[in-house]
């Protein structure tokens, strides 16, 4: 009879206990509606107490009551510091990715009150919540990867253990480099894989703390999934519960579709080669540009002389600021230049002969014919060299065939 009556106490004393933490919890902040987690673990640290009237913990109250507050940050992280020096703390709530802003806020700062309440004299813990998870810490706790404590939450069991693990290894991979790989925001991943002996699909969502670097993610994922070999091989429901990152697998879709990644495009990326290709192609279509544009002006440059040379005009194209004395010389030139664009390559002069026009006045010049390229003009030819010309070709325009000299 004694017996039974200490565990009646007992448990009033328990149920009593549980009324004022959460009589409490709503009279911190009354706008709290959302959900208790159904699955609620927690930490406190042993490394070392404060007082509750202790500066320390009085910034720590501070932090936790504000960690929420900002209605600025819809991407379910939040940090922040409060005092100086040795009384400096720090506190993070990082929330999974399908909450909305508002779920989110209120699933923080329940979780934060709360382990404020479990954990009254240490400088450090951290309360795991189904949907987010509240932190604080004495020392900076800020893109520090942190696996311990590390906890398991467990639920089935399955038939084909060596099937399950491999069935679940390259989801677990899939998910881990796919979470690690995400930006200062998120870093996410959900997925799908079947497991055949049990006939069911495996849901898997891995998640770090957005303020790891992508190293730092990924290893912290590898312990939690390391830490399943040693607690809960063969579970087909588990939560692996770490301060910078957990993992969860289940056997119903526990996450929001929002998280579900949209299907690779069925056109793969180009190849690099292919990418090497097309730039050799825009490259030699520029250079074959030029190089037309460069012949188009030379034509042109070519015809103009050729016009005035004909009509003794020749004058007219040189720039007036090159001087009256120097005409004959120009002229010189010009009617050089015409016999080196003669149609027939035998009717141009080498190289060393033109250098010998160019040194020498008593070399004499034979007469240009008409040069290659030329289009017919209304003007009619003056000169027995043109009309020979223009019998020689029966059409508009003559194209020419370079030779190496």
Sequence with gaps: MQKYRVTIIMSTSRL????????????VNPTINAQRDPYVL?????????????????????LISTLSSNTQIDYGFYNFTAGEGTNKVYATGLCRADLSPTDCRSCVNMSAHELLQLCPTQKEGVMWYMNCTARYSNNSIFGVMETKPTRALTSGNV?????????????????????????????????????????FTIYGLMQCSPDLSEMDCSNCLVVAQNYIQGCCSGNSGLRILAPSCNLRIETDQFYDSTLVQSPPSLSPPPSKGKRSNSSKTIIAIV?????????????????????????????????????????????????????????????????????????????????????AFFIHSNVEPDSQSDQSILLASTNDASITVLHPR
């Design 16 to 27: 009593s206990l549980f009324f004022f933490y959460a009589i409490l919890i709503i009279l």
């Design 42 to 62: 927690h930490e406190c640290s042993t490394t070392g107490n404060v007082t509750s009237n202790s500066t320390l913990r009085e910034n720590l109250n501070t």
């Design 159 to 199: 038939s084909n253990l060596t099937e399950f693990n491999a069935v679940l290894e390259p989801l677990f991979y899939d998910l881990r480099v796919r979470a690690s790989a995400g930006g200062i925001f998120r870093k996410i991943a959900v997925g799908t894989a079947y497991y055949k002996s049990d006939n």
């Design 287 to 371: 250079v074959v540009v030029v190089i037309l544009v460069v012949i188009i002006i030379c034509i042109c440059i070519s015809l103009r002389a050729w016009t005035n040379w004909r009509n003794m005009t020749a004058s007219n194209i040189i720039d007036p600021t090159l001087g009256v004395g120097s005409t004959t010389e120009i002229i010189r030139c010009i009617h050089i230049g015409l016999l080196c664009v003669q149609e027939n390559a035998a009717d141009r002069p080498t190289m060393a002969s033109v250098v010998l026009m160019l040194n020498s006045n008593s070399i004499s010049l034979s007469v240009p014919s008409r040069p």
